[in-house]
């Protein structure tokens, strides 16, 4: 929180432990003031309120009244349907044909030993 009077910007190592005080390129300490007209300029040009809130719920109240007295709307609302899962039948049954196929498939008919592309023709016999 800001102070009207101004206050050294502390600096913390990655252990959360202060370790000194933001300065600027000349090495002078930063001495940062809080500018409640410029605030107010801001929250005003915005349509907004300006309050001060300090380190304890002072500040804090008064918004949260101001937000309960705003219009509650419901800004969109989304239908999803969840639909159940019925591939496994088509794939169970997809399996069972490839199984069947195979049996098939692994045991020659007579018609099909006549056609023997694959096999090697023995020429002498010829």
Do not use: C
């Amino acid at each position: 929180m800001g102070l009207a009077d101004g206050a050294p910007i502390p600096e913390y190592n990655q252990y959360g432990h202060q370790t000194g005080y933001r300065k600027d390129r000349n090495g002078n300490t930063i001495i940062t003031k809080l500018n409640e007209a410029m605030l107010q300029q801001i929250a005003a040009a915005g349509n907004g309120i300006y309050v001060r809130a300090s380190n304890s719920n002072v500040g804090l109240e008064k918004i949260y009244e101001d937000i309960n007295k705003l219009d509650k709307t419901e800004i969109d609302a989304k239908v999803f349907t969840d639909y159940e899962d019925q591939f496994q039948w088509f794939v169970g049954a997809a399996i069972i044909l490839l199984l069947i196929e195979v049996l098939i498939s692994s045991s020659k008919r007579g018609w099909e030993k006549k056609f023997n592309i694959f096999e090697k023709k023995d020429e002498q016999a010829e």
